[in-house]
């Protein structure tokens, strides 16, 4: 039975007979999880045999169309299989529909993607439609057309010379089964923004990773079929913002580990990637057996093996290509940018879910980066603290608890900056990051109360207000004037190299703490640097992407990296009064 042969390749890959990642390992698990759970009662799915095989049989019907097994019959290799039957054997104990709604896999390039998407999209068309008596629509998405007819050329040339090809009729830009008019069709750019008149039973989103927005996938959510599929299968990318990453990568993976309580039983995933210890340390790289964790079926030839070691052979020796080798060859997600400030992953690192204690009382340092009037305006909180941990010195660390907070004058300007720069600042307004003043230009009146309201909900002690001068000096005047410690942070290398030397170095050695933000993620994968004779600095005109936030923290960690602790004597002052007249009160 199939069933078996997966049971088996799942407990080969937790022995390491088969050599897996870790997320791999996890998602055999999660499968020999659910057989232990069928005939529970919180757990409605069984196993159908017959539509699994029937998935096997309908692949070898097709034909390989690339490489030294062109016009063959596709066999599944066993990791496919461990996948693509899962998908179809898996039902709804009452109603027999398929059971994974979702279907999410990250694998390696060069191992067969393109081809299991055209054989499942033929599979829906033809079996799955005429089995639930509709007409389905398909799509393939790419982030441009040519990218979306990817999926549907391939599947047209497995058609060739496959005794499946009388079923369908095959044009330049639509695949039709013929007995139930359900067809396969690319989109366009222009479909993604609009998804005026489509139902897809099936779509397909092709390297999701290279999606900046989730246009395509939007068009997913509601099809009105008895059995929809949105289906994922994606190389890991180079940017940590798009959607791919940020939503999809992050949530499948909690979804696998069985350390979480994230649970979706109508989500099937499979992440194949190196772990960060094979590839941490380069040299570790050298260790080819690493290599089969994200090429489950590349490396199982020889011109696939080859291959992977000529790419690693010229990454080794030009470094500038070991991003891409990363990502491409060893799924693994690696930030690339010409310049780029921040080493993402380490940024990520120290990301919590809860602030580590009450920070009621604490000192603040607050940073600003206050808008040309209508653009995006934000403020930084940097508060330094000492974590009881010691350098190899005996030198108490200092770590520093972040977050940030944006403002944007009008829902027009909102609007504009959802278009230029393709990122959800509606969801991220919806959230709690960023607000709208609703005034013409930037209100710094509100921006200040949002600050003082702040720190005072949360008896924050002001220690200093931080501001680049540009766009603030009647307010910093003002706030001088109230009696607040004003400082005049100047964007120029020699004010700010320290700063923002000093505060990679925090965030390498995990000394800063802050809870998501998708806006300053956001902001600081999009920071560039400026050199000038050794000394660094963001370079605001280096992307026309919003950093704001970024400079705001700069400005902040400016003056919080000199910090010192001890008894605050303002504090000493007020108890020692506070003292005096308890005892004066106790004699009298």
């Known amino acids: 039975m199939i069933l078996d042969e997966l049971k088996q390749y799942a407990l080969d890959c937790i022995s390491g007979k088969i050599i897996s990642g870790r997320k791999h390992i996890w998602a055999c698990k999660r499968l020999l999880k659910d057989i232990d759970r069928i005939g529970q009662l ?24 690339k490489g030294v097994l062109a016009k063959q019959p596709i066999i599944l290799t066993p990791w496919q299989r461990f996948r693509i039957c899962q998908l179809y054997g898996w039902v709804h104990k009452d109603t ?22 055209a054989g499942i999209a033929l599979y829906e068309a033809a079996v799955t439609s005429t089995k639930n008596g509709e007409v389905y629509e398909i799509y393939t998405a790419g982030t441009k057309r040519d990218q979306s007819k990817i999926v549907f050329r391939e599947a047209g040339l497995m058609l060739q010379g496959s005794p499946l090809r009388m079923k369908f009729k095959v044009t330049r830009d639509c695949i039709k089964h013929l007995k139930s008019n359900s067809t396969i069709k690319p989109l366009s750019k222009d479909d993604g923004k609009s998804g005026d008149g489509t139902n897809p039973a099936l779509l397909v989103l092709d390297e999701y990773h290279q999606h900046k927005t989730t246009e395509f996938y939007d068009l997913g959510i509601g099809s009105n079929t008895k059995e929809p599929l949105l289906m994922i299968i994606t190389t890991a990318g180079m940017d940590l913002t798009y959607p791919c990453y940020v939503t999809e990568y992050q949530y499948c993976s909690k979804v696998l580990d069985p350390n979480t309580d994230v649970e979706n039983d109508e989500y099937l995933i499979d992440i194949c990637e190196m772990d960060p210890e094979d590839y941490e340390d380069i040299s570790n790289l050298d260790n080819e057996e690493t290599w089969k964790k994200a090429n489950p079926i590349r490396m199982t030839y020889p011109e696939g093996v080859d291959k992977i070691r000529g790419e690693y052979k010229i990454a080794r020796e030009q470094p500038e290509h070991m991003t891409a080798f990363l ?47 209508t653009d995006l305006t934000s403020v ?209």
């Open 42 to 65: 919180d757990f409605p799915y069984v196993w159908n045999e017959r539509q699994a095989e029937n998935i096997v049989e309908w692949f070898a019907l097709l034909r390989h169309s």
């Open 96 to 117: 027999g529909y398929r059971r994974f709604k979702k279907y999410f896999t990250e694998v390696a390039r060069k191992n067969a993607k393109s081809q299991e998407e």
């Open 327 to 373: 990502t491409k060859c060893l799924d693994v997600w690696v930030q690339a940018k010409e310049n780029g400030y921040m080493d993402m992953s380490k940024w990520k690192a120290c990301q919590v879910d809860e602030l580590p204690f009450d920070i009621t009382g604490y000192p603040v340092y607050v940073g600003f980066d206050m808008s040309a009037k």
């Open 380 to 588: 930084a909180f940097m508060i330094p603290f000492l974590s009881g941990e010691y350098d190899a010195n005996r030198k108490e660390i200092v770590k520093y608890i972040l977050w940030s907070h944006s403002f944007i004058p009008t829902r027009e300007k909102l609007q504009e900056h959802i278009i230029k720069d393709k990122v959800a600042y509606d969801a991220w307004e919806r959230m709690g990051f960023l607000e709208v003043t609703n005034t013409p230009i930037v209100d710094q009146g509100a921006v200040m109360r949002y600050v003082l309201e702040t720190c005072e909900k949360m008896k924050l002690k002001i220690q200093c207000l931080c501001f680049d001068p540009a766009n603030a000096s009647k307010l910093m005047m003002d706030l001088s004037n109230e009696g607040y410690d004003v400082e005049e942070v100047f964007q120029s290398h020699k004010h700010l190299n320290e700063a923002t030397q000093g505060f990679r170095e925090q965030v390498f050695c995990g000394n800063i703490i802050y809870t998501y933000n998708p806006l300053l993620n956001y902001a600081m994968s999009n920071a560039v640097i400026r050199q000038s004779n050794g000394l660094i600095k963001i370079d605001k005109d280096a992307t026309t992407k919003r950093i704001d936030p970024v400079d705001a923290t700069l400005c902040a960690f400016k003056l919080a990296m000199f910090h010192t602790f001890g008894d605050d004597y303002g504090d000493y002052i007020d108890n020692f009064i506070e003292e005096i007249l308890h005892e004066d009160s106790t004699e009298n």
